[in-house]
């Protein structure tokens, strides 16, 4: 996999996670992508408060991102 198709297919995740973050007042983007195994996410809105938010990183956010880029090892929030 391409470094582009790598990014494509981590907003294709982040696509997919966004509307559940969106009906709680958060949203998420994409910050950068390292050597084509770490991604460096921003959790934004309602999310940068919420109690729940390192749990919604790993269950949510990071399994989805897997799910498309299996070569991803980490997936980091910056806030």
Do not use: W
């Amino acid at each position: 996999m391409t470094t582009v198709e790598i990014r494509e297919n981590v907003e294709k995740a982040l696509d997919e996670i966004r509307p559940f973050l969106n009906s709680d007042g958060g949203n998420i983007s994409l910050v950068e992508i390292i050597d084509d195994k770490h991604v460096k996410v921003r959790l934004e809105g309602a999310c940068t408060s919420c109690n729940l938010s390192i749990s919604t990183m790993k269950a949510g956010v990071e399994t989805t991102i897997k799910k498309y880029v299996p070569q991803i090892e980490t997936v980091e929030n910056i806030a």
